[in-house]
């Protein structure tokens, strides 16, 4: 079974909405969502399952390999010959004062080429067409740049420079690299060790439950109690689906049962008018859809694929694992 919204009903959201919707129409504007969340807490099989489920979404995964090994990509000659610079991501992780604020710049770069990179030609002719991020240009600055910062490795220097550049490029580019919403995979720092472990990740051999702790309340103080201070208005006012993801339920139909039945909140501050601000959704999609309905009604449409909807067809994957 796939909990999508009816067609009929994707179909609906064309035009006349309140500020939070979206214009659903083959080619239009894509929903843009990033996942966000602690090291291996499961982003990655996460956006796998995504791309399974709906093999007509565009995902941008986090570029770990151009990181693990850094090339030109500038040159027009970009063969397999091209020079191979080194590991980043082990360098910050053995020296990270030496290393950090390379590696931000350099991460921050390929977030931005994320964000920027064209829809399809496959999203273009779908309906609804939706582009999935593995983190953001925001996670980079507001997550690990700024913990670098608090740790010492990032000098004062370092991060005004930083952020100065963040700030320009980010206004630049402006709408073009906007987000609709974001979706928190939220686990304890306990279980992000025990999966970055089975991983195996050479790079992250060094990792201790410390680092993973300070990444979780960057995330907490950032997605859910919202006081890290923000610079982009529209970030302030993106939704944020927070997912419970410690449960092991990728083998445990049991546990994708129980999964089933947790609600889950939504926060969603878009618009003092939106009907959907702050509401509990339901990780079964049938409640989930009848609350959508609702809110549908509530603003005088059949129903609408806003925010919240797209945020809540994404999350019902969650009980497949
Ligand atoms: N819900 C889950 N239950 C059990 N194991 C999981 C779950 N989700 C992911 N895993 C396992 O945890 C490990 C880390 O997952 P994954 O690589 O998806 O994390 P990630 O969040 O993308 O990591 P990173 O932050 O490094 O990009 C993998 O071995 C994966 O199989
Ligand atoms: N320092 C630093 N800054 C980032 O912006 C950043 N983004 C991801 N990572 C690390 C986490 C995983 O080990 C690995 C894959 O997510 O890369 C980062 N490290």
Not at 174 to 185: K, N, T
């Amino acid at each position: 079974m796939r909990p999508l919204l009816p067609l009929r009903l994707r179909r609906a959201a064309a035009g006349g909405l309140p500020r939070c919707f979206g214009m659903a129409r083959r080619g239009g504007p894509a929903w843009r969502l990033s996942i966000e969340g602690n090291i291996a807490v499961g982003k990655s099989t996460f956006v796998r399952l995504l791309g399974k489920t709906f093999p007509e979404w565009q995902m941008a995964t986090e570029p770990v390999a151009k990181w693990q090994k850094v090339q030109a990509s500038s040159s027009r000659e970009q063969t397999s010959s091209s020079q191979n610079f080194g590991n980043l991501l082990q360098m910050v992780y053995q020296e990270p004062s030496r290393w950090s604020y390379t590696f931000q710049t350099y991460s921050c770069m390929s977030r931005l080429k994320a964000q920027l990179e064209p829809l399809s030609e496959k999203l273009l002719k779908t309906w609804d067409p939706v582009q999935i991020f593995e983190r953001s240009v925001y996670s980079d600055r507001y997550i690990f740049a700024k913990n670098l910062f608090e740790l010492g490795h990032l000098t004062e220097i370092e991060w005004t420079i930083y952020q100065d550049l963040h700030t320009f490029l980010l206004q630049e580019f402006g709408d073009r690299i906007a987000l609709h919403g974001f979706l928190y995979l939220q686990a304890t720092p306990e279980k992000c060790l025990e999966r970055l472990h089975r991983r195996g990740r050479p790079e992250e051999k060094a990792i201790q439950l410390e680092y993973l702790e300070q990444l979780h309340t960057q995330h907490e103080n950032w997605l859910v109690k919202k006081t890290t201070e923000v610079h982009f208005e529209n970030l302030r006012n993106a939704p944020v689906f927070v997912l419970d993801v410690n449960n092991d339920f990728e083998d445990d139909p049991a546990e994708q049962e129980e999964l089933m039945r947790k609600p889950s909140v939504m926060y969603c501050p878009i618009s003092l008018d939106c009907p959907c601000s702050n509401i509990t959704l339901y990780s079964d999609p049938i409640s989930s859809h009848k609350l959508i309905s609702q809110v549908g009604s509530a603003i005088g449409q059949e129903s609408s694929r806003c925010c919240v909807c797209m945020l809540v067809t994404v999350s019902s994957i969650q009980g497949w694992y």
